[in-house]
């Protein structure tokens, strides 16, 4: 717009400008054919500013409309955001209490489960020292069989000796045996050890770690259905053991050299959700990335 009404200004100065000399006085040589040419030209300038003045007129005209409709146009749009920003902040406001509801339900569960650990606790070590006070209970000695020395009947045949008591095996002692000899590769060793860690002492912590190993070593066979028996058998019995997080990535990993890709897969999805800081949660994000699979489900 500032450039057209520059424009016009010029032209109308131009036009005055002609008009101004038309009617100066000329020299006596002057003819009239040049006065009637002057004054043609300045009435052709001045045909030129009227239709330049109209033209400039409707344009204005045209874009002071535009910027009336681009103005509603803002208008609306500021309504419908701030309309959009209510409900955003209900909506916000309604996700915020549900949050806190839960997270007020989840902290309940979560002293529940505390509180039943430690009654699990309580009983684990009521259970221990049950054992260890059977482990101290020696056998009565035996007592002299009538007839005289050495045990023989009154007729002088000698009576029946009673069975040797089995002795139960320290718990540590053996569980490091078992290591040390899973170590060396002695795998049928070690396995016996424990197994006699798992039936003496079923309910100690020592118990889910000697599971593991048993999973370890049908691990190492290639023995992979027994594999995933022994995990199992360690996420089901023993969910609070140190292990809990290598058995299901060693679980995930069986199931895939099985060609049960899915059930793989699926473990290990489960071992990033539950554990999801520990470096088997990092090894199955690993083994899932180089596979081009997402590490959670849909």
């Known amino acids: 717009m500032q450039i057209g009404c520059k424009l016009r200004n010029r032209l109308l100065g131009a036009a005055l400008l002609a008009v101004v000399l038309g009617s100066a006085p000329r020299p006596a040589h002057a003819t009239s054919k040049e006065i009637i040419e002057l004054q043609t030209q300045v009435q052709q300038l001045l045909d030129m500013v009227q239709r330049l003045q109209s033209t400039l ?113 320290p718990l ?50 290639q023995n992979y259905a027994e594999a995933v028996k022994s995990y199992n058998a360690v996420l089901e019995g023993f969910p609070g053991s140190t292990k809990a997080p290598a058995a299901q990535l060693r679980k995930g990993l069986s199931l895939m050299q099985m060609n049960r890709k899915e059930a793989g897969i699926h473990e290990l999805r489960l071992l990033i959700q539950r554990h999801p800081q520990t470096p088997e949660a990092a090894q199955a994000r690993n083994k899932l990335s180089a596979m081009n699979v997402r590490a959670t489900g849909r």
């Open 172 to 221: 540590k002692e053996t569980f490091q045996a078992g290591v040390r000899d899973y170590n060396a590769a002695k795998y049928d060793v070690a396995s016996g050890e424990f197994q006699d860690v798992l039936h003496y002492y079923p309910m100690d912590d020592l118990a889910g770690t000697a599971q593991f190993y048993l999973g370890e070593i049908a691990y190492r066979q």
């Open 57 to 169: 007129d409707t344009r204005f005209g045209v874009l002071q409309h535009l910027a009336e409709q681009t103005a509603d146009d803002a208008n609306r749009m500021t309504a419908t955001v701030n309309a959009l920003q209510q409900k955003l902040s209900v909506q916000s406001e309604s996700v915020n209490g549900k949050l806190d509801t839960n997270s007020g339900q989840v902290q309940s569960l979560n002293d529940s489960v505390d509180e039943l650990k430690s009654r699990v606790a309580k009983i684990d070590k009521s259970l221990q020292e049950m054992q260890t006070q059977l482990q101290n209970l020696q056998p009565p000695p035996p007592t002299a069989a009538p007839g005289g020395p050495g045990g023989a009947s009154p007729t002088g045949e000698p009576m029946a000796q009673s069975p040797a008591v089995s002795q139960v095996p």
